[in-house]
Each structure stands twice: as C-alpha cells, then as structure tokens.
C-alpha cells in the first residue's frame, strides 16, 4: 500500500529537473501523475538531464515502474490550456488530489535584469511562466478541490524570493518568487475553509542536472557550499522528500507556511 494509492496529482513542469523528481516521487507513493511541461522533452537541453532519463518522458518512466502517467504539453501562462488540463484529467481519473505548481525559471542574466533596468520583455516572460502560471494552475484546481472538500496545493518559489541578489540582478525572478509564496497564503486563507491546504516551497541552491551544467557545481563540493550552514548544496531529493511532507497527511493541519529547502543559506539574524 502506498501512501497516495488512489490519489491524483498534478506536477507542472514535471519534464526535467525538479519538477521529474516530484513526480517520479509522488508516483513511487501510488499516485496517478499528470505531467505538464511547454515541452515533455525538455531535459534533451541539458546533457546531464537528459543522461539521468531512464525511459524517453518523465510519464514513461512512471510507467515503466508499475505507475500510471498522463502528459500535457502546453504554455502554463495560457490560462485556457491550464483549465483545459485540469478538466481533461479530472475526466481521465474522476479527481485531482494535489497540484504541485512547480513550472517557472528565470531568463536573462543577472546583470541585464537589475531592478530597474530589467526589460520588458523579459519582465513579461518570467512573469507569465512563473506568477500567472501558479496563479492560473492553483485557480483551476481550485473547482474541483472544493467539490471533493480536499487538496493539497503546492507552490514553489526560490530562496531568491525572500533575499535580494548583490548588486540587484534578476530582480524580476525575485519578485515573482516573492509574489508566489504571497500569493500562496491567500490562497490558504480562502480554500482552508473548503479542506484544500496550500503551502509554498522556497529551495535554494538545488544541484539538479541544469545547474550543474550551468554552474560547475559538483554534488556537495562547490565554492556555493562554504555559505550553507550544512555545508552542502541541495538534491534534488531534498526538495522531493518536503513535496511528499506536504502532500501526506503529515502535514494535516500545515498551511499557508512557506518552508525554505537551503540549507539554512543566508538565515543568520
Ligand atoms: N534548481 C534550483 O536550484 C531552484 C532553486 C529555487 C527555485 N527553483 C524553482 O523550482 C522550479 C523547477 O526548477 P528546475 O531547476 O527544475 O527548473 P528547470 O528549468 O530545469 O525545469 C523547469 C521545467 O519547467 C518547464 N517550463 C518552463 N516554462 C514553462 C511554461 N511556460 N509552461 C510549462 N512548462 C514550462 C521547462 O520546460 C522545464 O521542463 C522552478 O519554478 C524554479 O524557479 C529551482
């Protein structure tokens, strides 16, 4: 029996990364996966990403170990392709027991993004892949949550959401993370009512394959380690083992909290 046989979860962004560590994670426990993504091939970007693949999309790998796995290739900034999913896999599967809204990413680098020079363009974009994103997954679920009277709703923000880069770079990321975790305890204000509990992650440096080919961090041994606390960077199993915290009933009576996954990064005073 595991934890989640019988339930339905949504993960967004679920074709590489973190988003693939959820959903791999939440199918291990039983659940039916819906795996949303711009494209369900999107760790062929990234070699590392890519390598890790055991089977040729994150759905076919839920299969090949016994799971059950839907893909939806869309824009989450497109309201009606986001409603259009939800409606599709309450069809397939009767319910929808978890949203985990992990779609996003910054673009740009940090020093053309500053406060107040980021451009609009780029304003936009980020924006719309990560506020409107998390804000158009958590409303369509929302219906369906309240019908059932449960849900548990996951947002994700980032570390750069609660603490301003040096020097002010990629300021418009920050402030779409910081809007998410706000965003997150309305969220929790209005649907606790209704038994739906909405929590938002905050992770830091998270070593996930990306990252590793962007920065040259190494599992555990970068320059970034020497300024967390447990002198480490983040797996992303860090951030799958709190997604399972809050999507079980261990976190019951937990919501509109904003849990860091860093480390302790930065958390002095
Ligand atoms: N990795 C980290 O260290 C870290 C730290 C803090 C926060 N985060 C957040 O965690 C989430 C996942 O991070 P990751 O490192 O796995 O990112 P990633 O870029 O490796 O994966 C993101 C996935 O989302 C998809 N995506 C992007 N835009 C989309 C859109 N408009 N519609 C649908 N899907 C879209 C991408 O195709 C990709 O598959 C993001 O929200 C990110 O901001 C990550």
Redesign the pocket.
């Known amino acids: 029996m595991g934890k989640l046989d019988g339930k339905v979860a949504i993960v967004?962004?679920g074709?590489?990364?973190?988003?693939r560590a959820y959903a791999r994670r939440l199918a291990g426990l039983g659940a039916k996966i819906a795996v949303?993504?711009?494209?369900l091939k999107?760790y062929e970007e990234f070699e590392g990403?890519a390598k890790a693949m055991t089977a040729d999309t994150t759905m076919d790998e839920i299969i090949a170990g016994g799971g059950e796995s839907l893909g939806f290739e869309?824009?989450?900034?497109d309201r009606e392709s986001v409603f259009a999913m939800v409606e599709d896999v309450a069809k397939a599967w009767g319910r929808v027991d978890i949203l985990v809204a992990?779609?996003?990413?910054?673009r740009g680098k940090p020093r053309e993004t500053t406060a107040s020079l980021v451009p609009q363009d780029l304003l936009e974009l980020v924006t719309?892949?990560?506020f409107y994103?998390t804000v158009h997954s958590c409303s369509a679920v929302a219906p369906v949550m309240k019908e059932q009277r449960s849900g548990r709703i996951v947002t994700?923000?980032?570390?750069?959401g609660s603490v301003a880069g040096v020097g002010g770079g990629y300021a418009h990321y920050g402030a779409n993370?910081a809007a998410i975790a706000h965003y997150t305890r309305y969220l929790a204000q209005e649907l606790g009512p209704h038994g739906i509990n909405a929590n938002c992650i905050?992770?830091?440096?998270?070593a996930?394959a990306?990252?590793v080919q962007l920065s040259g961090a190494g599992r555990g041994d970068n320059d970034q380690a020497r300024h967390i606390p447990l002198r480490r960077v983040?797996y992303p199993e860090d951030c799958a083992k709190v997604v399972e915290f809050l999507v079980t009933d261990l976190s019951d009576y937990v919501t509109g909290a904003l849990i860091p996954i860093d480390g302790g990064w930065n958390r002095a005073g």
């Open positions: 967004t962004g074709a590489r990364g973190l988003g949303c993504d711009l494209n999107s990403e869309f824009d989450i900034g992990n779609a996003g990413g910054g719309r892949m990560n994103g994700v923000a980032s570390y750069a993370k905050a992770p830091g440096f998270i996930t990306r990252i983040g």
